[in-house]
């Protein structure tokens, strides 16, 4: 088999891929960042926050949902590009509430590290400000759900891999939002437990531990020294 | 002087407004009004802005709360941060820290001192001072006094900037960092931390006493008149340690009256709904906290440096203390009351900072790693009180098991200045306004003495839906038809 059938053009550069890889995981291993938010190495592809949108071969797609072929020419670092995951950055942030000086998340939250890494400067269109609930019934979790942008990231874990199915997706369009699975509605009803998949998996600030914010000081934080892009290629993002 | 509060007839009268004041952090404005002949007839200041940040507490996380409030101020966020955590201490069931934690948090506190008081004086206060109350306005800032007295302007900037450095060495960032959680600090300070600040802070001494030499020298040219303007007899109010002298960390309530009286002294804090109230006036966002047991009549106070310098035994630091008894020697063994006053007390103030900072970092404690306390019993309600900038703060929280805050009181220095800040105006706007053609000039005389308070207007306004409202209902000749009044407290 020649280079050629086993790679891709990605801004020009040869990436070279593995049978069945995404665009995204084949760019991820060649060392170059696309930037994307659901997606996550431990996961199935979801291509619901389409910030990894790339061109391929003329038509736009979610890097994370669309498999490497040989041949196709694959754009990502345009200024086109960046404007529409921009945009899309400043829909999630108006969409929620998303109060970064406050939250102790900054710092280690995916959603704002990407604001800084496309140069989101403002949130541009006019706040939601939706009234989503707190719920703070569990004794070592609580989930703020003014923060979730509904990745499913917690749905896919607790479900694939704790088998546990706590969390869904109810509602649509703009009343879509994720419900807890539990008679009262509550994840204090729940089995839900630190040791799950899917305490950990939250790119934002909506399931956090009680008790811990803020532990790690400004500077020592994961995105404090360097920029998403740098960090995830690294292997250190979770 | 009371009766300048409320014009007997107020539709007669001219209105007169400064707004915005300037100088002052937050947003305020003074109203006078005046009649044909000019004489004055009702003085008020006003907080315009609305903050709330009482009501969008209640429902977060304990231990987020420290970060958040800092975001009500961009001149003292660390007063907020320390208060609310060492209310979040208790109810996290942390009794006390180690001694690393204590200096740490001591430290980012004066440091806090030095840099709010620098600011103040030389960038916001200094202008009046040095360039005159009536000079051209345009030249009446920062920029002119660089102009007119560059090495004055320099040192004012530095010391500010020394004070934001060492901020920035214990919570990460020199305006809203986070440094304190419940139960101790997250951050150690380095041995090479502690040396580059170590290295700057005995410059800081010399120019922090260099402004109270400054101040003492212009009262001196003009005694009687420092002693005087915008001066009125109050009650002061400050934290004092356990052997009476100035703390700005923690402490015990101390009141004392006009001419120096015991109120009441030593009282804990946690207990202040004990000796102190507050009152709801319709004209105004701001309340009228006074002594409980005087009455919002005579029970009101005034707090910050005028209040704590005078109140306190001593201040425990060498230099600073020698200049404290300068200070008292203007008034022969008795209070004084000038408004004006405040700025010296300021920076005898903050000269302390710079001394306490010096010793701070000379303790080898404060390169410490044991950062967090054993955790005890937790509380479902906790108040912490320290004594920022600008005087007594408190922060007042009940939390539910669930770990969300059911409750937020915050009474900020401010609002506890707030009559304080009235009377001066009023004691002004009599002496110096009253029968005269209104110039630019005059009005500043009212500012200037607003800004010897030091407000932090945008720290003061929170009680959402408590806000008194009067809405009168006149008809075309003015004459009052109906009146409806909510939330009005016994005004």
């Not at chain 1, 909506?206 to 914010?213: D, F, N, S, T, Y």
């Amino acid at each position: 088999m020649s280079d050629s059938d086993s790679s891709f053009t990605l801004d020009g550069r040869i990436i070279a891929f593995a049978p069945g890889q995404t665009i995204l995981a084949a760019a991820t291993a060649a060392g170059v960042y696309i930037p994307h938010l659901c997606a996550h190495p431990d996961f199935p592809p979801h291509g619901s926050c389409k910030l990894c949108t790339v061109t391929v071969n003329g038509r736009d797609g979610s890097a994370c949902t669309i498999q490497a072929a040989p041949g196709q020419e694959v754009r990502s670092d345009t200024p086109e590009l960046h404007e529409i995951r921009r945009v899309l950055l400043q829909m999630l942030f108006v969409e929620g509430n998303h109060f970064c000086p406050g939250c102790e998340k900054s710092g280690r939250c995916k959603l704002q590290a990407l604001a800084y890494e496309i140069e989101m400067l403002s949130p541009h269109f006019v706040q939601f400000f939706p009234h989503r609930e707190i719920d703070a019934s569990h004794p070592e979790f609580f989930l703020d759900f003014n923060r979730c942008i509904m990745c499913e990231l917690c749905v896919r874990a607790s479900r694939d891999v704790d088998g546990k199915n706590i969390f869904a997706l109810a509602g649509r369009g703009r009343e879509s939002h994720i419900i807890v699975n539990s008679p009262s509605g509550k994840l204090g009803d729940t089995d839900f437990a630190a040791t799950d998949k899917a305490a950990e998996v939250c790119p934002v600030g909506a399931i956090l531990r009680k008790e811990i914010g803020f532990a790690t000081p400004i500077g020592a934080r994961l995105y404090d020294h360097a920029p998403i892009s740098r960090v995830d290629l690294a292997g250190q993002e979770k | 002087m009371a009766s300048l509060e409320t014009a007997a007839n107020p539709k007669k009268l001219r209105r007169v407004a400064i707004d915005p004041l300037t100088r002052v952090e937050g947003h305020g404005k003074v109203t006078l009004l005046l009649d044909a002949e000019n004489k004055v007839h009702q003085v008020r200041l006003h907080i315009v802005e609305f903050r709330g940040f009482e009501a969008f507490i209640e429902g977060r996380p304990f231990w987020e709360v420290p970060v958040t409030v800092q975001r009500l101020c961009g001149i003292c966020p660390v007063s907020h941060h320390l208060a609310a955590i060492k209310a979040m201490d208790a109810i996290a069931g942390y009794s006390h820290l180690t001694p690393t934690a204590e200096k740490l948090r001591r430290l980012m506190h004066y440091g806090q001192i030095l840099q709010s008081h620098a600011v103040h004086f030389f960038h916001l206060a200094s202008p009046d001072l040095l360039l005159g109350f009536d000079s051209e306005p345009t030249r009446r800032n920062i920029v002119g006094i660089a102009a007119a007295f560059p090495d004055i302007a320099k040192q004012g900037v530095l010391l500010r900037k020394f004070g934001q450095e060492v901020i920035r060495h214990t919570t990460g960032k020199r305006i809203h960092g986070t440094g304190a959680i419940p139960g101790g600090v997250n951050k150690a300070l380095s041995a090479a931390e502690r040396d580059t600040l170590r290295a700057g802070i005995d410059q800081m001494i010399v120019w922090a006493r260099d402004a109270v030499r400054m101040i003492a020298r212009l009262h001196e040219v003009h005694p009687a008149f420092y002693n005087g303007f915008g001066g009125f007899r109050a009650n002061m109010m400050g934290l004092v340690d356990r052997h009476g002298a100035l703390d700005l960390y923690h402490g015990g309530l101390r009141a004392r009256d006009a001419d120096g009286g015991p109120i009441f002294d030593h009282v804990d804090y946690t207990t202040y709904e004990k000796v102190l109230t507050e009152e709801i006036k319709p004209w105004t966002y701001m309340k009228f906290p006074h002594i409980r047991a005087l009455g919002p009549e005579a029970g009101w106070y005034r707090v910050g440096p005028l209040a704590r310098i005078q109140i306190c035994a001593y201040v425990p630091s060498e230099l600073a203390e020698i200049e404290r008894r300068d200070f008292l020697a203007i008034g022969d063994g008795k209070p004084v009351h000038g408004a004006l006053l405040y700025h010296w007390a300021r920076m005898i103030e903050a000269l302390h900072a710079a001394e306490v900072i010096r010793d701070l970092l000379d303790d080898p404690d404060i390169v410490g790693t044991d950062l967090m306390a054993e955790r005890g019993e937790r509380r479902s309600e906790a108040v912490g009180v320290i004594e920022a900038p600008r005087g007594t703060l408190f922060h007042h929280y009940r939390v539910g098991e669930d770990d969300l805050v059911k409750f937020c009181r915050l009474i900020v220095s401010t609002t506890n200045n707030n009559q304080a800040m009235n009377e001066a105006i009023r004691a002004v706007a009599a002496e110096y306004v009253d029968g005269r053609v209104l110039t630019e000039g005059l009005l500043n005389h009212i500012e200037v003495a607003i800004r010897a308070y030091d407000p932090c207007l945008s720290c003061a306004t929170h009680a959402i839906g408590q806000m008194p409202l009067e809405v009168d209902l006149v008809d075309a000749d003015g004459v009052l038809i109906d009146r409806r009044r909510k939330n009005f407290g016994g005004a």
